[in-house]
């Protein structure tokens, strides 16, 4: 099977998988203004093995998405297997990403997430049984280091493994999700590691964002935080990479995405995604002037009339200035 990270124009501008919003409303959304790959949320192998419908629907995909890569996490060699096959038989998305990166606790304590690159022979196992049962690409998301043990030791314990991609995410495990991106460790996974590299970590808007891409010499980013509210943020990328300016959206253009994606995710998830479209109100309202008064409103909604009376208000107090 083609192997689709070749086929992608460098730099390579991907969403970063986000657990509870990268679904595939909000995938969809960041695909029309850009994104050249959007990734899964994360999905637990071992529900898989023991068939969660919940995280059937996590991985489930429009066309329009892809290149898609559905992101899997777990410790298990065993339930890695079965969840490969099974998503490469019944969603065949474009390629199969393993997560390396999540220090959340219900993960970490498992041993699953950052804690894989803690146990090397076990990551090892992990990413085999993953290449071996699927023709997909396969990918890993990873931090610089884990409690003492580092991005390096790992590229270079499993350097004859084929993997594809790699997406950095420049921070350790004890910094979480703040703090100084380490390019140095970025630049230096580019001497180990043949494939493609995207940089992650703090490109929170276009000129940050290249500056990753540039500083780190990876051929792409991976956008997580940066898109919320900011799907736009892959074409201000991309023009601020072919020497323009990155275009603010419009208001009316904020109002009309932020109505699509509610769209969107009600049609996907019902009453689950009137409330998770809550916060993803929010963020768009914070691209709009005036709009933090209308935030009450938005954490209130409770159907898709609602968000469209939202969006006509928001339009209207513009007219009003
Ligand atoms: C709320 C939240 C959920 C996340 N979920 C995932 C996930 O499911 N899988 C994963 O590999 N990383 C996940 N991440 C990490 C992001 O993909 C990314 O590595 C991190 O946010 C840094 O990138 P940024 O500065 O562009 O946000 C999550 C981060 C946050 C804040």
Same mark, same amino acid.
């Given at each position: 099977?083609?192997?689709?990270?070749?086929?992608?124009?460098?730099?390579?501008?991907?969403?970063?998988?986000?657990?509870?919003i990268t679904d595939s409303a909000f995938r969809r959304i960041c695909k029309g203004? #850009?994104?050249?790959?959007?990734?899964?949320?994360?999905?637990?192998?071992?529900?898989?093995?023991?068939?969660?419908?919940?995280?059937?629907?996590?991985?489930r995909f429009d066309?329009s998405e892809?290149?898609?890569?559905?992101?899997?996490?777990?410790?298990?060699?065993?339930?890695?297997? !079965?969840?490969?096959?099974?998503?490469?038989?019944?969603?065949?998305?474009?390629?199969?990403? $393993?997560?390396?990166? /999540?220090?959340?606790?219900?993960?970490?304590?498992?041993?699953?997430?950052?804690?894989?690159?803690?146990?090397?022979?076990?990551?090892?196992?992990?990413? &085999?049984?993953?290449?071996?049962?699927?023709?997909?690409?396969?990918?890993?998301?990873?931090?610089?280091?884990?409690?003492?043990?580092?991005?390096?030791?790992?590229?270079?314990?499993?350097?004859?493994?084929?993997?594809?991609?790699?997406?950095?995410?420049?921070?350790?495990?004890? &910094?979480?999700?703040?703090?100084?991106?380490?390019?140095?460790?970025?630049?230096?996974?580019?001497?180990?590691?043949?494939?493609?590299?995207?940089?992650?970590?703090?490109?929170?808007?276009?000129?940050?964002?290249?500056?990753?891409?540039?500083?780190? #010499?990876?051929?792409?980013?991976?956008?997580?935080?940066?898109?919320?509210?900011?799907p736009? $943020?892959?074409?201000?990328?991309?023009?601020?990479?072919?020497?323009?300016?990155?275009?603010?959206?419009?208001?009316?253009?904020?109002?009309k995405t932020a109505l699509e994606h509610a769209r969107l995710l009600i049609e996907l998830k019902g009453?689950h995604g009137i !409330?998770q479209m809550?916060?993803h109100? /929010?963020?768009?309202? &914070? &691209? $709009?002037?005036?709009?933090?008064?209308?935030?009450?409103?938005?954490?209130?909604?409770?159907?898709l009339?609602?968000v469209?009376?939202?969006?006509?208000?928001?339009?209207?107090?513009?007219?009003?200035?």
């Open positions: 099977m083609d192997n689709f990270w070749a086929t992608l124009k460098k730099p390579v501008l991907a969403l970063a998988p986000l657990s509870g203004f #850009g994104a050249d790959v959007v990734y899964s949320e994360l999905a637990s192998s071992t529900a898989f093995a023991y068939l969660a419908q919940s995280t059937h629907d996590i991985v066309p892809r290149p898609y890569v559905v992101q899997l996490f777990g410790n298990n060699p065993e339930h890695f297997a !079965i969840a490969t096959r099974f998503v490469t038989r019944e969603f065949s998305p474009d390629g199969i990403d $393993i997560n390396f990166g /999540c220090p959340m606790a219900k993960v970490f304590k498992r041993g699953a997430g950052a804690a894989l690159m803690t146990d090397l022979p076990l990551a090892r196992e992990v990413i &085999q049984s993953v290449i071996e049962n699927t023709p997909l690409p396969v990918s890993l998301k990873t931090r610089t280091s884990v409690k003492g043990s580092d991005l390096l030791s790992l590229l270079s314990y499993v350097e004859d493994l084929d993997i594809k991609a790699l997406m950095i995410h420049g921070r350790t495990y004890a &910094q979480r999700f703040s703090g100084p991106n380490d390019i140095e460790t970025t630049r230096e996974a580019r001497t180990l590691f043949k494939g493609m590299i995207l940089a992650n970590g703090g490109a929170g808007n276009s000129t940050t964002a290249v500056e990753l891409i540039e500083k780190t #010499g990876a051929d792409g980013v991976g956008i997580a935080r940066g898109a919320l509210g900011n736009w $943020i892959f074409d201000q990328l991309k023009a601020a990479l072919n020497g323009g300016l990155p275009v603010k959206p419009e208001r009316q253009d904020v109002l009453r !409330i809550r916060k109100l /929010c963020w768009y309202l &914070q &691209q $709009i002037r005036g709009g933090k008064k209308l935030k009450q409103t938005a954490v209130n909604i409770e159907s009339d609602d469209a009376a939202l969006v006509a208000r928001a339009a209207e107090q513009d007219l009003g200035g």
